[in-house]
């Protein structure tokens, strides 16, 4: 039997062990990095958009709370692949939404559409999902007012 300092140990070791396998590369160089922010993509490859659907139910595009220091852009690169498994390239800032969320028109590798798996750090989402515009409507949205935006831009 360990001691009971011993089995703490253990277990922060686990953990540490589990968060470096999870944890994303580091941020690809971005030429003009915008300010911290909290961020997301939007991801639309062969006519579909790539979306999460939450531990609520709901779906919502990949994104989430910058870290200390972090550029919007590396954000939303960095929850993107925390939360789908997908490495994508940050392009164009598209919208700032009244919460300060910005909201950058990402692209995935050659060949990644259909790919994705939720790394296993990624407690919130439950499932992701490529969706194109006439499934948009199946589901319950975290941010309902994001659905025109993505309709239009799959329009595009």
């Given at each position: 039997?360990?001691?009971?300092?011993?089995?703490?140990?253990?277990?922060?070791?686990?953990?540490?062990?589990?968060i470096a396998c999870g944890k994303p590369p580091a941020c690809p160089?971005?030429?003009?990095?915008?300010?911290?922010?909290?961020?997301?993509?939007?991801?639309?490859?062969?006519?579909?958009?790539?979306?999460?659907?939450?531990?609520?139910?709901?779906?919502?595009?990949?994104?989430?709370?910058?870290?200390?220091?972090?550029?919007?852009?590396?954000?939303?690169?960095?929850?993107?692949?925390?939360?789908?498994?997908?490495?994508?390239?940050?392009?164009?800032?598209?919208?700032?939404?009244?919460?300060?969320?910005?909201?950058?028109?990402?692209?995935?590798?050659?060949?990644?559409?259909?790919?994705?798996?939720?790394?296993?750090?990624?407690?919130?989402?439950?499932?992701?999902?490529?969706?194109?515009?006439?499934?948009?409507?199946?589901?319950?949205?975290?941010f309902p007012s994001q659905q025109a935006m993505i309709r239009a831009?799959?329009?595009?």
């Amino acid at each position: 039997m360990l001691k009971p300092g011993l089995n703490a140990f253990a277990i922060v070791l686990l953990l540490a062990g589990l968060i470096a396998c999870g944890k994303p590369p580091a941020c690809p160089d971005v030429s003009l990095p915008l300010p911290p922010a909290n961020a997301g993509c939007l991801v639309i490859q062969e006519r579909q958009v790539l979306m999460v659907r939450e531990l609520t139910g709901k779906i919502s595009l990949p994104g989430g709370t910058s870290e200390r220091g972090e550029s919007a852009q590396c954000t939303a690169w960095r929850e993107t692949f925390e939360e789908t498994g997908l490495a994508v390239q940050v392009g164009a800032r598209m919208q700032v939404f009244d919460n300060g969320f910005s909201l950058f028109r990402c692209t995935t590798a050659p060949g990644a559409y259909g790919q994705s798996q939720v790394p296993g750090l990624a407690g919130e989402i439950r499932e992701v999902l490529w969706l194109n515009e006439s499934q948009l409507g199946d589901y319950a949205w975290r941010f309902p007012s994001q659905q025109a935006m993505i309709r239009a831009a799959l329009q595009q």
